[in-house]
């Protein structure tokens, strides 16, 4: 599996991204629970992977960033999560073997 894919935050951040396409960084705080150091160091890993891209823009008050998946991000994560469906199913259909005797045919 792709070393990307071992934080759990920066797995919240593409399946949050993936959903909404974009979001502002007070979104991705608020929904990660974590704190703003924490949320800027795996974005700049996203972001140094292409995997997503970082925009500051002008507001009233302060800065707004706004944070969006990449096709790149959206491909990997895709095949993050098809790696684990597979990785799942192996194991039903393994236990379930030992189990009682007999597997379920997954075909894809």
Not at 1 to 22: H, P
Not at 33 to 61: A, Q, R
Not at 68 to 85: D, N, S, V
Request: proline share 1%; charged share 30%.
């Amino acid at each position: 599996m792709n070393k990307l894919f071992n934080s759990e935050v920066r797995v919240k951040i593409l399946a949050v991204l993936y959903g909404a396409d974009y979001c502002e960084f007070t979104y991705l705080l608020e929904k990660l629970k974590t704190t703003e150091g924490n949320l800027w160091i795996h974005l700049k890993k996203l972001e140094k992977e292409e995997y997503v891209e970082i925009k500051k823009y002008p507001s009233k008050k302060r800065v707004k960033t706004i944070v969006k998946i990449t096709e790149i991000g959206r491909t990997k994560f895709k095949e993050y999560i098809t790696e684990l469906l597979n990785l799942i199913w192996t194991y039903i259909i393994i236990v379930n073997y030992l189990n009682n005797g007999f597997y379920i045919l997954y075909v894809d």
